[in-house]
Structure formats: structure tokens, C-alpha cells
């Protein structure tokens, strides 16, 4: 079950927002941005507030997260982004990586346990175990919060360590100060402290994918 951090802030998207459009891919309604025949791709995998953030998720006082989390279980989102990843690569797309946040974190470091991307980066992952951490095989940054109790730094720092040893692969653990789980995604626009530290973690991310995934 996620933590109540989780939930808290909701987004108030528009599902009309953005410079792309919803598009069938995969079998999924998946929102696509950027050119469509790049040969490099990046697999975004949200909260639980998906892409549209429908207002039922947090306008409803009986919402059951545990019934939520039973509903969307990140195995299930684990093949539905594997069969999103199938068909950008039928499309074209040579190689790929994937940032997940928060429930999108855990779909991400299991991505990263195959050869499906090139590389990941988890932005206040929920739910990521140590075995998850001991699996991954590819380039993976960690961007965590100091005020996380769904993914405590002290436990991200722990991550980076074991990580450290496989020299494999490229790895990063940052932990943001002042900020709390779900910083990235759900912050008020008129916050400034708050938009300085979501677009720097945003810069990070794609820094990280701009090396790695090639």
C-alpha cells in the first residue's frame, strides 16, 4: 500500500494540456511528445495520478487507496511498459530509457533489471526494495527528497552504496533538501523555492538520459 505522500498535492491537470496528443501504442492510451521518428525514446511512467489526473482520485472522500493499489499493481504496469517499449520499437525507436515517479519509480527499476532500456532514473520512488536495487543492470540515478517517508534518504543513500560497487554501470544518488516526496510532479506553480528545485531535478533526469541513452 503507498504512503498518504503519495496523495498528497494532487495535480489539476487538463488532458487538452501539452505540446502531444493521446495515441493507441502498446494496446495502452499512451501521450506521446517530440518528433515520431526519433530513434531515441523516453519512457515517462507517472504517479498515481496518471497523465490526466482525473478528479475522482482525490475529490472523493471514501477513495480506498488500498483497493487503488490492489487495482494497479506495478507488475501489471511493469508488462504494460514493457509492450509500450515493444511497440516504440517496432516504430522505429533504437534505443530507450525510462524515468518513473513515485509508483512509476518501482515499474522503472524493474525495467532496469533487463535490456528493455538503456538506462533509468527514479524521481521519489515508492516501494523500490533492496532486491530491486541488486537486479538492475543498466545506467540508473536516484533523485530523492529529505522529507521522504515513503522512500527515506537515509534508504536512498543505502541504495547508492550497493549500486556503487557495480562497476558496470554508471549510477547517482542525489538527495534534494527542503523538499518532500513528489516534489517533482506536484508543486505549486507560485512556489519559486519549490519550481527551482522541480526544474533541477528535471535537469538532472534528462541529463542522465541524454548520456546513457544513445
Known sequence: MSSSQCFENPPSLSPTSGAGNVQDLGGLQTYLAGPPHSKLAILLISDVFGYEAPNLRFDDPQFDRESWGKAHNTDKGYEDAKAIIAALKSKGASAIGAAGFCWGGKVAVKLASS????????????????????????????????????????????????????????????????????????????????????????????????????
Open 115 to 214: 535490456t528493455d532500456i538503456k538506462a533509468a532514473v527514479l524521481l521519489h520512488p515508492s516501494r523500490v526494495t533492496e532486491d530491486d536495487i541488486n537486479d538492475v543492470k543498466v545506467p540508473i540515478a536516484i533523485l530523492g527528497a529529505e522529507k521522504d517517508h515513503v522512500s527515506p534518504p537515509e534508504q536512498m543513500k543505502q541504495f547508492g552504496e550497493k549500486l556503487s560497487v557495480k562497476s558496470e554501470f554508471d549510477s547517482l544518488v542525489k538527495i534534494f533538501p527542503g523538499v518532500a516526496h513528489g516534489w517533482t510532479v506536484r508543486y505549486k506553480v507560485e512556489d519559486e523555492l519549490a519550481v527551482r528545485s522541480a526544474e533541477e531535478a528535471h535537469l538532472d533526469m534528462l541529463n542522465w538520459l541524454t548520456k546513457c541513452v544513445k
